[in-house]
């Protein structure tokens, strides 16, 4: 079984699929988390992020593991032997990882993976391109969505504000990045044609939660 999520930065992607792994018993795979582990990765080591071709060779380096974590059910990552997760959300992975993904060798890496995952497990993936290039044929497909006020909102909570961000620059930022991702030229964000679309501006976690799963079980 293979369930597809995808939608904007913000949208609760990730709350809501790992809920829906959980009740359903699937594998749940974060790819945003691994665009941003090889953000992460680029930024340590110096890589001269603008400089598609230094990105290329340090991928063609990179010892680059996945390994289930059966206590947070989620995916530990890690980079050259570090486990990464908790330094994947913050401001300046943010602002650096739609130019990462951009990049045509990162996503040819990242999708195989992907790929191979949900070829040895049933999975839900939430991500920009799960519907429309990894799993064009998923059994099911979500686009989930937000306005950017409530997604602006969300992520104003979410951070808790460490980095004492206005809600004006949370929202111009979150506005930046739909814009790269969704124009970028290879796999941009995009609602796969048969995508269930959910706008959750006026929904909480559990009803779309309820949502999801209805509709995978009532097949
Ligand atoms: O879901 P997220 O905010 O953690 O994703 C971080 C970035 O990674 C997002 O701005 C675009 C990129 N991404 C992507 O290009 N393709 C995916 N399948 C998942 C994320």
Known sequence: LKIAIDGPAGAGKSTVAKK???????????TGAMYRAITYGVIKNKIDIDNEKEVAEFLDKLDFR?????????????INGELVNSKL??????KNVSKISS???????LVSIQQKLGSEYDVILDGRDIGTVVFPNADFKFYIDASVEERADRRLKDIKNK?????DEI???IIERDKLDSTRKISPLKKAVDAVYIDTSNMGIDEVVDRVISIVLKK
């Open 89 to 94: 959300r913050n401001r300046e992975v943010d």
């Open 66 to 78: 996945l390994n289930r974590n059966e206590l947070s059910k989620e995916m530990d990552i890690f």
């Open 20 to 30: 829906v792994a959980e009740k359903l018993k699937l594998l749940y795979i974060d």
């Open 171 to 173: 929202k111009r930022e």
């Open 103 to 109: 990049y045509k060798k990162v996503r040819e890496f």
């Open 163 to 167: 980095e004492h961000l206005s809600y």
